[in-house]
Structure formats: structure tokens, C-alpha cells
Nanobody, 123 residues
Framework: QVQLVESGGGLVQAGGSLRLSCAAS????????MGWFRQAPGKEREFVAA????????YYADSVKGRSTISRDSAKNTVYLQIHSLKPDDTAVYYC????????????????WGQGTQVTVSS
């Protein structure tokens, strides 16, 4: 069992940056592929970014490609999502998730989920 806790969300002005954290407990994240998803009010949850480290495969949604980075600190058992040049359309609750069977861009592939952290981008 893996417990995931996101943090780092908040209110930020358009053009700013945020680094979201996903701290894991229960198991080491080295055994999992990790993903970030988001859900805006009235919309379905959508894929943002995902990465596996063995082998290394990284995927980003077109909406964040080029301005976001998913990374991991193994010593802290924590995964991060850095997003630059934030836009009002990035406003959503951001969730991290862990997958046992490999990296994927679909939410159904993920086994464990955090509770989410709110990101609000003001124009």
C-alpha cells in the first residue's frame, strides 16, 4: 500500500510558477511509475504528466509540454511537478498517482492516488 500526499498548491498570478510535491509513505516510489492529473470544476480529470524511471519514459500533456517537469527525489520518496508560465486554464485540483504496471497517461492505469492540491491561477 502506498499513501500519497500532495502539497504546494495555492494562488498564483498568470505567468508565475509552482512546484507541486507528492510525498509517499508505505512503499518506496522506485517501484512505481508516477503520474500527475488535474481536474477543473465541471470538467473530467485529465492527464498532465507521467514518468517511469526504469526504464526512463516521460510523457506530458500538450497543454503543459515545454513548461513543466516531473521529477523525483528518491531520498525523500517524493515526486514533483514543476509548472512554469502558469495560465488561468491551469486552475484545477492536481492529483498525483502511482502505477505498479508501468507508466501510462490514463487514470485507470494508476493504483494509488493522493487527495489533491488546489492550484488557482489568477489573470
Amino acid at each position: 500500500q502506498v499513501q500519497l500526499v500532495e502539497s504546494g498548491g495555492g494562488l498564483v498570478q498568470a505567468g508565475g510558477s509552482l512546484r507541486l510535491s507528492c510525498a509517499a509513505s508505505g512503499r518506496t516510489l522506485s517501484n512505481y511509475a508516477m503520474g500527475w492529473f488535474r481536474q477543473a470544476p465541471g470538467k473530467e480529470r485529465e492527464f498532465v504528466a507521467a514518468k517511469s524511471w526504469s526504464p526512463v519514459n516521460t510523457y506530458y500533456a500538450d497543454s503543459v509540454k515545454g513548461r513543466s517537469t516531473i521529477s523525483r527525489d528518491s531520498a525523500k520518496n517524493t515526486v514533483y511537478l514543476q509548472i512554469h508560465s502558469l495560465k488561468p486554464d491551469d486552475t484545477a485540483v492536481y492529483y498525483c498517482a502511482a502505477a505498479r504496471r508501468g507508466v501510462a497517461t490514463t487514470s485507470s492505469a494508476y493504483d494509488y492516488w493522493g487527495q489533491g492540491t488546489q492550484v488557482t491561477v489568477s489573470s
